[in-house]
């Protein structure tokens, strides 16, 4: 069955560091991910998708089939980048599965 | 070029009552998602619909119901509500079926007593 996995509930880093913020999925045809991302008081929107390989905000995102990975990176956070995130998966069907979120908070 | 609206905002509804939520797609999108997210939950796919088709679902119970207009408006029924339906409702429209940029409404907050 398909499953999206993100094991981090929070996360909080200081502004300038690196952060890092984990997916795993469960998936048995070809997987196409993405991420969601939600500031506050904005709705759900998508952030980037594997299929493009691109850098949105300075956010990037490698799709690791052995380790059944998407986790999204970034150098340097901004304050700016405080949101919950979603890893999602699509799926046969044009189902999308998302995961629990990980609500990130940059420390200034 | 509008966006994905959702209406109402909030809706309080009692056990056993049946409730319907309306969604008009971003204009030009003949693609519209449902989803249930409950508190501290992710977004749950309930359906999809494609040119007044449903075209994919998930895993609720048929008492979940949708329809799609000619104009791609939408709509999410719900039967004989449950306390465990209390949730925040998604749509999300797409341009057209296969592509996957989906376009978020800020959802209808159910309540179910």
């Known amino acids: 069955a398909q499953r999206v996995t993100q094991p981090e509930k929070l996360l909080s880093v200081f502004k300038g560091a690196p952060v890092e913020l984990k997916c795993n999925y469960s998936y048995s045809g070809s997987p196409e991910l993405f991420w969601y991302v939600q500031y506050s008081r904005q709705r759900l929107q998508l952030l980037l998708r594997h299929i493009s390989r691109e850098s949105i905000k300075g956010f990037t995102a490698d799709l690791n089939k052995g380790e059944t990975s998407f986790h999204l990176k970034k150098p340097f956070a901004q304050e700016e980048d405080s949101a919950m995130y979603y890893c999602a998966l699509k799926a046969a069907g044009n189902q999308f599965y998302f995961g629990t979120g990980t609500s990130l908070t940059v420390i200034p | 070029e509008t966006g994905v609206t959702q209406s109402p905002t909030h809706l309080i509804k009692t056990r056993g009552q049946q409730v319907t939520l309306r969604c008009s797609s971003q204009?030009?999108?003949?693609?519209v998602s449902w989803y249930q997210q409950a508190l501290g939950q992710g977004p749950q796919f309930i359906f999809q619909?494609?040119?007044?088709?449903?075209?994919g679902r998930g895993n609720f119970p048929p008492r979940f119901s949708g329809l799609q207009f000619p104009n791609y408006s939408s709509e999410l029924n719900v039967n004989a509500l449950e306390l465990d339906d209390s949730a925040l409702y998604l749509c999300?429209?797409?341009?057209?079926?296969?592509?996957?940029?989906?376009?978020f409404g800020p959802g209808t907050r159910l309540t179910v007593l």
């Open positions: 619909y494609y040119r007044e088709e449903e075209n």
């Open positions: 999300a429209s797409t341009g057209t079926i296969g592509t996957d940029t989906q376009y």
């Open positions: 204009s030009g999108h003949n693609t």
